[in-house]
């Protein structure tokens, strides 16, 4: 039985991949040719060079049982001469994508797909606690957004044609590896190295552990077009940095910014600078105010995913920055040092 991993040289992805190696599974890597594949080829496993934008990845599903569909777009692109809009960009990766790698499962009789969606795709009102029965709030804060919606309608749709395709919501993945938003965040929160007063957004986490395990749990026992959510945690910002302050054994803090103080000099500052692109700042601006806050009781009581705590998978993060150089000081409460 061999297993296809789309996005597998990501950082959700190599994880999934590794875990399913361990295992025992037969496992064939999609990868683009510009992807950093020398982890995976640690591994031992097959790779398949394919961009799921291109019916050339037809190939690499040809004899595979099951597929992890996880290749996405995570932010815009830069503008750049001759190349499509970057909303276009995202729309030919995330939804495009996302439908022809279910036409060729689908063409070539691929018993289960488990669609990696995100919690982005739900939708929920301001202020609400979603779950996975939670209806869409009908407009979107981003382009990540509305695309990840439309990925997730794409999915809905093959299972409606026969296919078994099991969308799952992560909710953001904290663990070793991570480099985007939040570590960044946290990496400058360190290396700053004194409390500090910010915005405090509502952010819903879950470990990456938990995550690689739900993913095999929804393709184990999942069922066609029912949505899980995997998510531990809905944590405060300045909650969340507390808890990297302590993990990490410095005595640095985060505190509670107003929202009037700081989004109005936000909106100054794009005006007068284009420093911002206006979608990303609007999306900033409401995710701060309004937070965003998931529950999980399918993945909990379906798939029986026993959520870590996050204070127990920051030491794990934060030993992965200091080995990587993104903390540039020492760090007392961690195995590791600088």
């Known amino acids: 039985m061999t297993t ?24 064939r890597a999609l990868v683009r040719r510009t992807s950093d594949v020398a982890p995976l080829r640690e591994l031992h496993i097959e790779l398949a060079y394919a961009d799921i934008r291109e019916e050339a990845l037809w190939p690499a599903v040809e004899g595979c049982e099951r597929i992890y569909h996880l ?13 499509p809009r970057p909303e276009a960009q995202m729309a030919l990766v995330n939804v495009e994508g996302t439908r022809l790698v279910l036409g060729a499962a689908r063409d070539h009789r691929v018993a289960k797909v488990v669609h990696v969606s995100s919690v982005a ?26 695309t990840k919606y439309l990925a997730e309608q794409e999915a809905q749709e093959a299972a409606g044609r026969g296919l078994t395709v099991v969308p799952v919501c992560p909710s953001i993945v904290v ?8 570590a960044e965040v946290v990496a400058r929160f360190l290396n700053w190295g004194r409390s500090i007063w910010l915005p405090d957004p509502v952010l819903p986490l879950v470990g990456l552990d938990d995550t690689v395990v739900g993913l095999m749990r929804a393709m184990e026992r999942g069922l066609s077009a029912r949505r899980y959510i995997l998510n531990s945690e809905n944590l405060r910002l300045t909650e969340f940095l507390s808890l990297v302050a302590e993990a990490a054994g410095v005595q640095q803090r985060a505190y509670p910014l107003p929202a009037w103080a700081w989004s109005l000099p936000a909106g100054f500052l794009y005006r007068v600078t284009g420093a911002l692109g206006p979608q990303r700042l609007h999306y900033w601006l409401t995710r701060a105010i309004h937070g965003a806050a998931f529950d999980a009781p399918r993945a909990r009581d379906g798939l029986e995913v026993r959520f870590t705590p996050i204070r127990e998978v920051l030491p794990g993060m934060l030993e992965s920055m200091v080995e990587r150089g993104m903390v540039r000081r020492p760090l007392p409460g961690l195995a590791i040092k600088v």
């Open 4 to 27: 296809l991993v789309t996005g597998a040289s990501g950082f959700i992805g190599l994880a999934l991949v590794r875990e399913l190696v361990a295992r025992g599974e037969a496992v």
């Open 71 to 83: 290749a996405a777009m995570l932010r815009l692109p830069r503008k750049r001469r001759r190349q």
């Open 121 to 146: 795709a739900i939708g929920e009102a301001p202020g609400e606690t979603a779950n996975e029965t939670t209806r869409h709030r009908g407009y979107f804060y981003s382009e990540y957004e509305r």
């Open 175 to 182: 663990g070793p590896g991570e480099r985007d938003a939040l």
